[in-house]
Protein backbone atom coordinates (compact mmCIF):
# COMPACT_ATOMS: atom_id res chain seq x y z
CA UNK A 1 0.00 0.00 0.00
CA UNK A 2 1.32 3.36 -0.94
CA UNK A 3 1.64 6.14 1.57
CA UNK A 4 -0.79 8.02 0.03
CA UNK A 5 -3.29 4.96 -0.13
CA UNK A 6 -3.47 4.51 3.53
CA UNK A 7 -6.33 5.25 6.18
CA UNK A 8 -6.39 7.46 8.97
CA UNK A 9 -9.05 7.34 10.94
CA UNK A 10 -9.90 10.13 13.77
CA UNK A 11 -12.16 9.50 16.49
CA UNK A 12 -13.28 12.52 17.56
CA UNK A 13 -15.21 15.50 15.71
CA UNK A 14 -14.83 18.06 18.82
CA UNK A 15 -12.12 20.93 18.62
CA UNK A 16 -8.92 19.22 17.32
CA UNK A 17 -10.48 16.15 15.67
CA UNK A 18 -11.79 18.03 12.06
CA UNK A 19 -8.56 20.07 11.92
CA UNK A 20 -6.56 16.67 12.29
CA UNK A 21 -9.19 15.51 9.46
CA UNK A 22 -8.58 18.50 6.67
CA UNK A 23 -4.61 18.32 7.81
CA UNK A 24 -4.01 14.53 6.90
CA UNK A 25 -6.55 14.57 3.99
CA UNK A 26 -4.32 17.45 2.27
CA UNK A 27 -1.39 15.35 2.66
CA UNK A 28 -3.19 13.02 0.56
CA UNK A 29 -4.26 10.63 3.29
CA UNK A 30 -7.50 8.84 3.41
CA UNK A 31 -8.89 10.27 5.76
CA UNK A 32 -12.59 9.00 7.96
CA UNK A 33 -14.02 11.49 11.11
CA UNK A 34 -15.63 8.45 13.73
CA UNK A 35 -18.22 10.77 16.28
CA UNK A 36 -20.87 9.81 17.80
CA UNK A 37 -23.29 12.81 17.25
CA UNK A 38 -25.52 13.10 14.79
CA UNK A 39 -24.78 16.73 14.23
CA UNK A 40 -23.10 18.24 10.55
CA UNK A 41 -20.12 18.08 9.86
CA UNK A 42 -18.66 20.02 7.03
CA UNK A 43 -15.88 18.07 5.61
CA UNK A 44 -15.73 17.76 1.92
CA UNK A 45 -13.75 14.53 1.29
CA UNK A 46 -13.57 13.05 4.79
CA UNK A 47 -15.17 9.86 5.01
CA UNK A 48 -17.76 10.37 8.36
CA UNK A 49 -18.87 7.07 10.20
CA UNK A 50 -21.13 7.26 13.29
CA UNK A 51 -20.12 5.19 16.05
CA UNK A 52 -19.88 4.84 19.64
CA UNK A 53 -16.18 4.30 21.48
CA UNK A 54 -17.37 2.79 24.31
CA UNK A 55 -18.65 -0.61 22.34
CA UNK A 56 -15.72 -2.34 21.05
CA UNK A 57 -17.67 -3.54 18.21
CA UNK A 58 -18.34 -0.34 17.10
CA UNK A 59 -14.90 0.81 17.70
CA UNK A 60 -13.48 -2.01 15.57
CA UNK A 61 -15.80 -1.79 12.73
CA UNK A 62 -15.06 1.97 12.38
CA UNK A 63 -11.29 1.47 12.09
CA UNK A 64 -11.30 -1.10 9.67
CA UNK A 65 -8.45 -1.30 7.32
CA UNK A 66 -6.56 1.62 9.25
CA UNK A 67 -2.90 2.05 9.45
CA UNK A 68 -3.39 4.96 11.72
CA UNK A 69 -5.84 5.97 14.61
CA UNK A 70 -6.29 8.95 16.34
CA UNK A 71 -7.59 9.44 19.60
CA UNK A 72 -9.32 12.68 20.02
CA UNK A 73 -12.19 11.98 22.32
CA UNK A 74 -12.79 14.20 25.44
CA UNK A 75 -15.54 12.59 27.88
CA UNK A 76 -17.80 15.01 29.82
CA UNK A 77 -15.53 17.26 31.87
CA UNK A 78 -16.47 15.18 35.12
CA UNK A 79 -14.05 13.27 37.36
CA UNK A 80 -16.84 10.55 37.70
CA UNK A 81 -16.96 10.16 33.90
CA UNK A 82 -13.19 10.55 32.84
CA UNK A 83 -12.81 7.89 35.68
CA UNK A 84 -15.22 5.26 34.24
CA UNK A 85 -14.83 6.10 30.30
CA UNK A 86 -11.30 6.74 29.42
CA UNK A 87 -10.03 3.37 30.13
CA UNK A 88 -13.05 1.91 28.52
CA UNK A 89 -12.51 4.16 25.31
CA UNK A 90 -8.96 3.33 25.10
CA UNK A 91 -8.85 -0.54 26.00
CA UNK A 92 -11.09 -0.67 22.88
CA UNK A 93 -8.80 1.40 20.82
CA UNK A 94 -5.54 -0.77 22.13
CA UNK A 95 -7.10 -3.74 21.19
CA UNK A 96 -8.56 -2.82 17.95
CA UNK A 97 -5.88 -0.90 16.70
CA UNK A 98 -3.61 -4.58 18.14
CA UNK A 99 -5.64 -6.47 15.87
CA UNK A 100 -5.37 -4.34 12.67
CA UNK A 101 -1.50 -3.70 13.08
CA UNK A 102 -2.70 -0.10 13.01
CA UNK A 103 -1.10 2.49 14.99
CA UNK A 104 -2.48 4.35 18.01
CA UNK A 105 -2.13 8.08 18.12
CA UNK A 106 -3.49 9.44 21.77
CA UNK A 107 -4.43 13.50 22.54
CA UNK A 108 -3.52 14.20 26.10
CA UNK A 109 -3.30 17.07 28.14
CA UNK A 110 -1.72 17.41 31.22
CA UNK A 111 -3.72 16.74 34.14
CA UNK A 112 -1.76 13.48 35.02
CA UNK A 113 1.64 15.94 35.54
CA UNK A 114 -0.22 17.73 38.78
CA UNK A 115 1.87 20.87 39.35
CA UNK A 116 5.42 20.86 39.57
CA UNK A 117 6.31 24.09 41.30
CA UNK A 118 6.86 26.27 38.55
CA UNK A 119 9.46 23.83 36.33
CA UNK A 120 8.93 23.65 32.79
CA UNK A 121 6.91 20.59 31.62
CA UNK A 122 8.68 18.61 29.20
CA UNK A 123 8.48 14.88 27.79
CA UNK A 124 10.59 13.97 31.11
CA UNK A 125 7.76 15.85 33.72
CA UNK A 126 6.54 12.61 35.93
CA UNK A 127 3.18 11.79 36.36
CA UNK A 128 2.02 13.09 39.62
CA UNK A 129 -1.63 14.10 39.20
CA UNK A 130 -2.79 16.08 41.78
CA UNK A 131 -6.29 15.65 41.32
CA UNK A 132 -9.07 13.23 40.69
CA UNK A 133 -8.98 14.02 36.96
CA UNK A 134 -5.31 13.93 37.21
CA UNK A 135 -5.56 10.48 38.67
CA UNK A 136 -7.63 9.38 35.62
CA UNK A 137 -5.68 10.30 32.86
CA UNK A 138 -2.56 8.96 34.87
CA UNK A 139 -4.05 5.40 34.69
CA UNK A 140 -4.73 5.52 31.27
CA UNK A 141 -1.46 6.74 30.26
CA UNK A 142 0.62 4.23 32.25
CA UNK A 143 -2.34 1.46 30.60
CA UNK A 144 -1.54 2.74 27.70
CA UNK A 145 2.58 2.44 28.35
CA UNK A 146 2.06 -1.19 29.69
CA UNK A 147 0.23 -2.16 26.28
CA UNK A 148 2.71 -1.02 24.23
CA UNK A 149 5.48 -2.86 26.64
CA UNK A 150 3.32 -6.07 26.35
CA UNK A 151 3.35 -5.55 22.82
CA UNK A 152 -0.04 -5.68 22.42
CA UNK A 153 -0.29 -2.35 20.26
CA UNK A 154 2.05 0.52 18.84
CA UNK A 155 1.31 4.14 20.04
CA UNK A 156 2.34 7.45 20.70
CA UNK A 157 0.79 10.14 23.06
CA UNK A 158 0.70 13.82 22.51
CA UNK A 159 0.25 16.56 25.43
CA UNK A 160 -1.33 19.86 24.97
CA UNK A 161 -3.17 22.02 27.53
CA UNK A 162 -5.40 24.95 26.90
CA UNK A 163 -6.67 25.48 23.47
CA UNK A 164 -7.34 28.60 21.61
CA UNK A 165 -8.54 29.67 18.15
CA UNK A 166 -11.26 28.55 15.62
CA UNK A 167 -13.56 25.93 16.44
CA UNK A 168 -12.47 25.94 20.12
CA UNK A 169 -15.71 25.08 22.15
CA UNK A 170 -15.93 26.28 26.06
CA UNK A 171 -12.12 27.93 25.58
CA UNK A 172 -10.88 30.44 28.16
CA UNK A 173 -10.20 32.85 25.25
CA UNK A 174 -13.41 32.17 23.44
CA UNK A 175 -16.30 31.82 25.65
CA UNK A 176 -14.92 32.75 28.48
CA UNK A 177 -12.65 35.98 27.51
CA UNK A 178 -13.90 37.49 23.95
CA UNK A 179 -17.42 36.38 24.04
CA UNK A 180 -18.35 38.38 27.29
CA UNK A 181 -16.13 41.03 26.47
CA UNK A 182 -17.84 41.92 22.86
CA UNK A 183 -20.94 41.61 24.86
CA UNK A 184 -19.65 44.22 27.54
CA UNK A 185 -20.03 41.79 29.93
CA UNK A 186 -17.81 41.47 32.67
CA UNK A 187 -14.82 38.76 31.81
CA UNK A 188 -14.30 35.85 34.46
CA UNK A 189 -11.03 34.28 33.80
CA UNK A 190 -9.38 31.10 36.00
CA UNK A 191 -5.70 30.74 35.54
CA UNK A 192 -3.67 32.71 37.54
CA UNK A 193 -3.49 36.15 34.99
CA UNK A 194 0.13 36.94 36.45
CA UNK A 195 1.50 33.13 36.50
CA UNK A 196 3.15 31.97 32.79
CA UNK A 197 0.52 29.73 31.66
CA UNK A 198 1.05 27.61 28.07
CA UNK A 199 -2.01 27.95 25.65
CA UNK A 200 -1.75 25.78 22.40
CA UNK A 201 -3.39 26.75 18.95
CA UNK A 202 -5.83 24.34 18.03
CA UNK A 203 -4.22 24.36 14.38
CA UNK A 204 -1.11 23.62 15.89
CA UNK A 205 -2.14 20.80 17.80
CA UNK A 206 -3.85 18.91 14.63
CA UNK A 207 -0.28 19.67 12.95
CA UNK A 208 1.83 18.40 15.35
CA UNK A 209 -1.00 14.90 16.34
CA UNK A 210 -0.36 14.59 12.18
CA UNK A 211 3.02 14.39 12.39
CA UNK A 212 3.19 11.92 15.09
CA UNK A 213 0.51 10.13 12.61
CA UNK A 214 2.71 10.22 9.76
CA UNK A 215 6.32 9.26 11.79
CA UNK A 216 5.79 5.58 12.13
CA UNK A 217 9.04 5.94 14.36
CA UNK A 218 7.35 7.79 17.26
CA UNK A 219 6.80 6.52 20.01
CA UNK A 220 6.37 7.08 23.78
CA UNK A 221 5.12 10.85 24.78
CA UNK A 222 5.71 14.16 22.93
CA UNK A 223 4.54 18.19 24.31
CA UNK A 224 2.71 19.13 21.19
CA UNK A 225 3.55 22.43 19.58
CA UNK A 226 2.92 25.59 21.43
CA UNK A 227 4.75 29.36 21.62
CA UNK A 228 6.74 29.83 24.49
CA UNK A 229 4.56 30.25 27.89
CA UNK A 230 3.42 33.68 28.98
CA UNK A 231 1.29 34.96 31.61
CA UNK A 232 -2.63 35.12 30.88
CA UNK A 233 -2.34 39.02 30.63
CA UNK A 234 -0.16 39.02 28.61
Known sequence: MSANQELHVVFGAGQVGPFLARRLLAGGKKVRLVRRS???????????????????????????????????MNPAYSAAVWAADLPRIQANLVAACGRAGARLIVLDNLYALGKPAGRPLSEATP?????????????????????????????????????????????????????????????????????????????DVAAGLAALGQGPGAEGTFMLPCRPAVTTRE
Not at 160 to 176: I, K, L, M, N
Open 38 to 72: TAAVNLEGVQLHRADAGDATAVAEAMRGATAVYHC
Open 127 to 203: LAPCSRKGEARARVHRDLEDAVRRGDVRAVNGRASDFYGPGGVWTQFADRFFRPAFAGKRVVMLPNLYQAHPYHSIP
